[in-house]
C-alpha cells in the first residue's frame, strides 16, 4: 500500500509540473515582467520580414484581427452605421 502511494503522489506531482510548465509558457514573459514585444520595435525583425515575405502574413493576420473587431462592434451597436438614436 505505501508503495502504491508513493507512485501515486509522484505521478500527481509530475503531472502537476507538466500542467503547470504548459500553462504557463504562453504568459512566461508577463510573469517574469519582460516586455513581450521586443520583437516589435527590433529593426532588424522587421527588415527580414520584408525580405521573407512575412510581412504578407503579418498584415493577413491584422486584417482579420481588425475585421472581427468591426464585426463585433455592428453586433454591439446593432446597426451598420452609426447608433440608432430612436
Known amino acids: ?23 504557463l509558457t504562453p504568459l512566461r514573459p508577463f510573469v517574469l515582467g519582460m516586455r513581450p514585444c521586443g520583437l516589435a520595435i527590433n529593426r532588424e525583425y522587421w527588415s527580414g520580414a520584408v525580405r521573407s515575405g512575412e510581412i504578407a502574413r503579418i498584415g493577413v493576420y491584422a486584417l482579420e484581427a481588425y475585421g472581427i473587431f468591426k464585426i463585433g462592434e455592428i453586433i454591439g451597436r446593432r446597426s451598420l452605421v452609426g447608433y440608432n438614436v430612436n
Open 1 to 23: 500500500m505505501p508503495c502504491e502511494l508513493s507512485r501515486a503522489q509522484e505521478a500527481l506531482a509530475t503531472a502537476q509540473q507538466t500542467a503547470k510548465s504548459s500553462l
